[in-house]
């Protein structure tokens, strides 16, 4: 499983920033149905979950980004995105993209996770 994040960069309060998660694995399919997130750390925090989509396309979103941010998928093109707008200075971190692939092991469901190498995403004031 391959998880690559772009879009990061540097932009002012109130901008606006598209971050794109590009995934691959040798049955794709199987990432088409997977639940994906995107998650965020700043300095000194722990990894925050921001949004999730799952494979069906229900989302999630955590409070801080509630009404800023909407997060979609495109499975044609294998991709996962997040659109951040009103951006602010608390929103400056380094995201990363995450998907949850369940296998059946030995008759149990077993999730495995897997993660991109994340994109930076600071906002100035």
């Known amino acids: 499983v391959q998880l690559v994040e772009s879009g990061g960069g540097l932009v002012r309060t109130g901008g606006s920033l598209r971050l794109s998660c590009s995934y691959s694995?040798?049955?794709?399919?199987?990432?088409?149905?997977?639940?994906m997130s995107w998650y965020r750390q700043a300095p000194g925090k722990q990894r925050e979950l921001v949004a999730a989509?799952?494979?069906?396309?229900?989302?999630q979103y955590a409070a801080a980004a509630q009404g800023r941010f909407s997060i979609s998928r495109d499975n044609a093109k294998h991709m996962v995105y997040l659109q951040m707008n009103n951006l602010r200075p608390e929103d400056t971190a380094v995201y990363y993209c995450?998907?949850?692939?369940?296998?059946?092991?030995?008759?149990?469901?077993?999730?495995?996770?897997?993660w991109g190498q994340g994109t930076q995403v600071t906002v100035s004031s």
């Open positions: 989509i799952t494979g069906s396309r229900q989302t």
């Open positions: 995450k998907a949850v692939i369940v296998r059946a092991v030995s008759g149990d469901l077993v999730p495995n996770t897997f």
């Open positions: 694995m040798r049955t794709i399919s199987i990432l088409d149905r997977s639940d």
